[in-house]
């Protein structure tokens, strides 16, 4: 008897002290997103390969270690001089390089998103031969600063992809020139080159 009046007694002062204006609120998770919608180019560094021949000694998306002989007739040899991922697509833009987008300004990204394919008349395909590539976009002024982290979903693909912010242009007219660096390699993605994204 005496430890239930002790229960009691204990309860009834705990009850007292809670319900002092304290509530309870469910926990849940919730998770805030923030895009911007933005248009832009993928650049890799890459090359054409042109043969004579009809006939390349690789797979599409298969990745090649240097010396690799991609054709080979009676009076030439081709092979790749360094480590490089091959692919049959080539749209005549791998002259674009990361070095271009270095000090873009709105104006002079403008310039390159009009630039003209220039496909050689022999191409076979073509090797991306690093492992880093870049998108660069022209969106609406961000409070974003090189280095921050985001996640890009590029139009068609169906999962978003982590980039580094590497480049932030000047403002103008209330557009800029972002820059991303990219270590993702699929075959999807190596296959962009003009598109939309949203920015996460």
Not at 144 to 152: E, H, K, N, R
Not at 186 to 197: C, E, I, N, S, V
Request: glycine share 8%; net charge negative; proline share 4%.
């Amino acid at each position: 008897v005496l430890f239930l009046a002790v229960c009691a007694y204990c309860g009834a002062a705990l009850s007292r002290l809670l319900g002092n204006g304290s509530q309870t609120a469910e926990v849940c998770t919730v998770w805030v997103n923030e895009s911007i919608r933005a248009e832009g180019l993928a650049v890799r560094r890459e090359q054409p390969v042109c043969s004579d021949t009809d006939t390349i000694n690789a797979e599409d998306g298969s990745r090649l270690s240097a010396g690799t002989v991609l054709s080979q007739n009676a009076d030439f040899t081709l092979c790749t001089d360094t480590s490089a991922l091959y692919f049959e697509d080539c749209d005549g833009y791998e002259y674009l390089n990361p070095e271009m987008l270095q000090g873009l300004t709105v104006s002079s990204f403008c310039g390159i998103l009009s630039c003209k394919s220039q496909l050689p008349e022999d191409a076979a395909g073509r090797l991306v031969t690093d492992h880093a590539w870049y998108f660069a976009a022209l969106c609406p002024a961000v409070p974003l600063s090189p280095g921050d982290s985001c996640q890009i979903l590029f139009d068609g693909i169906e999962r978003a992809v982590p980039a580094t912010l590497v480049y932030l242009s000047p403002a103008e007219a209330d557009r800029q020139v972002l820059v991303f660096r990219l270590i993702q390699s699929t075959g999807q993605l190596m296959k962009l080159r003009f598109t939309g994204a949203d920015i996460i």
